[in-house]
């Protein structure tokens, strides 16, 4: 974690204190209560006299279009996943204890604000930040009342749409801080970590210091730098940094370091101390990972010095039903259904993420390619960020480098996704741009590749010729990474974007032994009655791929360093191959309430060593009717298929084949799998037909959160028969009532054309599952989830949040 982080869990405070650190005299307080709201523009707000009694009170983060509802005309279009955008206030009045915050230099930090966002402190302009993904940081010190009344504003103007490909969301949508340190200080992402030599025997950490040095002089000030294991234990430490030429740096040697990986996440913490006069005057706690990595063109992606194949994903930043008001269970989530899946690698596309998911993908072990821009100056909407690239993309990409470098997760940077510019122009401006964006990033950070992710790979590539890029980066045209050692000899491949498969979870279209490309090119308007799309592997994008036709592609040829499937999770807006009423993504692999689709499993099977066998579809159809069974399956030589205890034979894979077949008439009653291997039986599993809906099953994922206000628990509502078996097709209403100290923070089903409201207590079931996601408040009890529908058993689960 490379942001300036003072607030410890109460057992890094343990940890802290038994290695008698001093208390830390930087102040950084969570600022995210007590916030009014206005949806709408209005006279005069950021003036202290503003009467705002009549805004809503609410907790950041937020994201106000999430609230709305679905509209054919919004400006946002299918690509935003028709919900509105506009303009929004945001109020907060607060006082600080003169005592405590006295001789301070004070700041707000702002980790995103979707968009255009404007700040003013009691009435004086702080300043402006075009774009919606970038964290950034006004000081308040001169403008505060100490002890008195306080009031701060903020203006978000998201109202010219489109302005993104995807859903974006408004407001301020991730974290506030407020910090306050002494004048001499670390500065705001001010300490950078490197280790530029590892071997098993010893690691070599580098750190360098930025340090606010008002009227101080720099030969009174040291640096104190001490590395601790998880455990609490001082385990490398440097006792005396002193300044040359107000640069600070220093070196700390770890015996025989525990290496962080993607299967064994391992995080030391560096706890940086400043002193002046041989006072403390601050002190900051970074996590470090230590690892080396390389990119081989010929062996692909190492970790450590051993062979990983990437098997990564991209991911856009909405949260399904919650929109992108960042919450870090809800991440936290996502990152463990995929961890399960097999996936290692996130993409985040296409814009620089929430700080919660580095911090995450650190603690939990995956690759990230960290992302910064869709556009340069060429647009791709009509409002988008090319109409302040040339302003901005400096400073916006300096803060995004200076923010992420610590992260031992982030492996890769890219500059720009699908970049127009690639397209070689009289200006030539793509070859321009790249050696200017490369420049940046190196200027802060050498450690690791530079990427653009291409959808033009073609060797006569502007962005490409530059010869600035490390990595080349190709997105989908498989064909050319089978022909990539000819075309780019010597150069080093990443797949920055693959498949583009189209499903729709639960629902089947037969015969599936034939590949479908919907729409025929990207630009020709497709339709069905119902804007489903089979959860069969066999439909993609015209640009793109099914899963087993771009893995096996993959996995047979070493030199690609692995891919980022296009996308784990289903996302709001982007439903192509249609537009209305279909308002969310058919691309995940996961759909948007967090259910994984079949083709999870063909990963599971795949890319983790747990044993799986997914038989699939269902195993409710018309009398007669000839059902395409697939299954997938590993640590197995084949599986043998039963129809109520008659065998209908063995199949095993052959060559590259990723999933067996049978087509079977149906009758109702039983299908049951076993798989063998040497003839011994492996695992089984089976689908029975169900019948009609009789009760609701719930089933959440956490039984016990914290009561901090922002916890989560995500409920899984099953629509079952009488013997407990899920019914396919059931699409009951669903009707919630929540007891206790917690609220209701969305629900879902996962149907892409679903007009119900996201922050509603009702759901109608989706091929027999939805989604209700329950928040803890800030006190403790049981909070008690009843859920009932007409016609059907009353589904109950409790939550004890403490």
């Known amino acids: 974690m490379n942001r300036f982080v003072s607030f410890f869990s109460a057992a890094l405070i343990l940890t802290l204190l038994s290695c008698n650190v001093v208390k830390n005299p930087r102040l950084t307080d969570n600022f995210n209560d007590g916030w009014k709201f206005h949806l709408g523009d209005t006279i005069d707000p950021q003036s202290p006299e503003f009467n705002d009694q009549s805004w809503r009170m609410l907790t950041l983060p937020h994201d106000w279009s999430i609230e709305g509802s679905f509209d054919k005309n919004s400006k946002a279009g299918y690509g935003g996943g028709y919900l509105n955008g506009g303009i929004g206030w945001y109020r907060k009045t607060f006082i600080l204890d003169k005592n405590i915050y006295q001789d301070k230099d004070i700041f707000i930090d702002f980790d995103g604000v979707y968009c255009n966002s404007e700040v003013w402190i009691n009435g004086h302009y702080l300043g402006k930040r075009p774009n919606g993904y970038i964290s950034f940081q006004y000081e308040l010190t001169k403008y505060l009342k100490l002890g008195k009344r ?14 993104s490909r995807w859903y974006s969301g408004c407001g301020i949508y991730r974290n506030v801080w407020l910090n306050a340190v002494s004048p001499v200080h670390f500065k705001q992402w001010g300490i950078g970590i490197t280790t530029p030599k590892v071997t098993p025997q010893k690691a070599t950490i580098k750190t360098q210091f930025q340090i606010s040095l008002p009227g101080t002089d720099s030969s009174a000030v040291t640096i104190e730098a001490k590395l601790y294991d998880t455990e609490g234990k001082l385990v490398a430490q440097n006792g005396k940094v002193v300044s040359k030429d107000k640069k600070y740096n220093t070196t700390l040697e770890l015996i025989a370091p525990h290496l962080w990986s993607t299967e064994d996440p391992y995080l030391y913490k560096l706890v940086s101390q400043l002193y002046v006069n041989k006072k403390l005057t601050d002190q900051v706690t970074t996590q470090v990972g230590v690892r080396y990595f390389n990119f081989d063109a010929d062996n692909g992606f190492s970790l450590n010095g051993k062979p990983l194949k990437i098997v990564g994903v991209c991911n856009h930043h909405d949260l399904g039903c919650l929109g992108t008001a960042v919450n870090k269970r809800a991440i936290e989530r996502q990152l463990e259904i995929l961890k399960a899946m097999g996936c290692n690698g996130i993409r985040t596309s296409h814009n620089p993420p929430a700080p919660e998911l580095l911090d995450l993908c650190d603690k939990m072990g995956f690759v990230v390619m960290d992302e910064a821009f869709d ?3 060429k647009s791709k909407t009509t409002f988008d960020y090319s109409h302040e ?10 803060d995004q480098v200076l923010r992420d470098r610590n992260h031992p997760s982030v492996v890769v940077w890219s500059v720009g996704n699908e970049i127009p510019e690639q397209w070689r122009d009289s200006l030539n401006a793509g070859a321009r741009i790249m050696k200017n964006l490369c420049s940046i990033v190196r200027s802060i950070d050498t450690t690791r590749p530079i990427v653009t992710a291409n959808n033009e790979p073609n060797p006569k590539n502007a962005i490409i010729n530059s010869g600035e890029t490390d990595l080349i980066g190709i997105n989908y045209h498989i064909e050319n990474w ?9 150069k080093k491949l ?9 499903q729709t979870r639960g629902w089947y279209q037969m015969p599936s032994d034939s590949i479908a490309r919907v729409p025929k090119r990207w630009d020709i308007p497709y339709s069905t009655p119902h804007h489903f799309c089979s959860a069969y592997d066999n439909c993609s994008a015209p640009w793109g791929s099914t899963h087993e036709e771009t893995w096996k592609v993959v996995k047979a040829n070493p030199y690609v360093s692995g891919m980022f499937v296009w996308t784990g999770f289903d996302y709001i807006g982007e439903p192509t191959p249609y537009t209305w009423p279909s308002r969310s993504s058919y691309f995940g692999i996961v759909d948007l309430a967090g259910f994984p689709k079949d083709v999870y499993y063909m990963y599971q099977s795949e890319c983790t060593t747990k044993t799986v066998l997914h038989l699939f579809p269902h195993w409710n159809w018309k009398p007669g009717q000839t059902v395409d069974m697939w299954a997938y399956y590993n640590n197995a030589d084949e599986v043998e298929l039963f129809l109520n205890g008659r065998s209908l034979g063995r199949q095993h894979k052959v060559g590259d084949q990723l999933h067996v077949m049978w087509k079977v008439p149906f009758e109702a009653g039983t299908l049951r799998a076993i798989s063998y291997k040497q003839g011994r039986q492996v695992a ?3 689908v029975k037909t169900a019948g009609i809906p009789n009760r609701i099953r719930l089933t959440a994922d956490r039984r016990k959160i914290t009561a901090d206000g922002s916890d989560l628990s995500f409920v899984t509502i099953d629509i079952v028969d009488k013997d407990g078996n899920l019914v396919p097709d059931a699409d009951n209403l669903v009707k919630f009532q929540l007891e206790g100290p917690g609220k209701i923070a969305g629900v879902d089903n996962g149907s892409p054309i679903s007009m119900e409201s996201f922050k509603a207590d009702h759901r109608k079931a989706f091929n027999g599952k939805a989604l209700c996601v329950v928040q803890s408040k800030k006190r403790s009890g049981i909070i008690r989830l009843t859920a009932t529908s007409a016609g059907l058993a009353t589904g109950i689960v409790e939550i004890s949040s403490k």
């Open 150 to 163: 306080n009031v701060i504003a903020v203006r978000v103007d998201n109202s010219h749409q489109p302005n």
């Open 375 to 377: 556009m340069w100056e």
């Open 389 to 398: 690239f040339k302003k901005w993309h400096t400073r916006d990409l300096q």
């Open 482 to 490: 089978l022909k990539f050692k000819q075309d780019y000899p010597g």
């Open 494 to 502: 990443i797949v920055t974007e693959s498949t583009s498969a189209l």
């Open 684 to 686: 089984s599993t089976e």
